[in-house]
């Protein structure tokens, strides 16, 4: 069974950032990100998945051109560098890793395996 570790969660002032790892014991075709903040569904942020060409990435529209990811293959981690964050930004953050390729995206469905999850809290 594996277990995803994360990481580097916290508080911090609106406008700040947070980069959260999550590392697991084996690489996977796609990892990716999610959110759950109070009284709210738990939603997709982001993903990387692997292919031929190197891999690629996206976002969710309410995160694109603030967060990114990338991974560290050679550790089999994944990291959520945040940046400009926003008091909405506040919930708790879930890795989550999808072994058959073509499969994560932004259905949790498809993925596998889950984080913990980790803290993130956005003052104004």
């Known amino acids: 069974q594996e277990q995803l570790v994360e990481s580097g969660g916290g508080s911090v002032q609106a406008g700040g950032s947070l980069r959260l790892s999550c590392a697991a014991s084996?690489?996977?075709?796609?990892m990716g990100w999610f959110r759950q903040a109070p009284g709210k569904e738990r939603e997709f942020v982001g993903v990387?998945?692997?292919?031929?060409?190197?891999?690629?990435?996206y976002y969710a529209v309410s995160v694109k051109g603030r967060f990114a990811i990338s991974r560290d293959n050679a550790k089999n981690t994944v990291y959520l560098q945040m940046n400009s964050l926003r008091p909405e930004d506040t919930a708790v953050y879930y890795c989550a890793a999808a072994s058959r390729a073509n499969t994560g995206g932004s259905d949790e469905r498809q993925y596998d395996y889950w984080g913990q999850g980790t803290q993130v809290t956005v003052s104004s």
């Open positions: 084996r690489r996977y075709y796609a």
């Open positions: 990387t998945t692997l292919s031929w060409s190197g891999g690629s990435t």
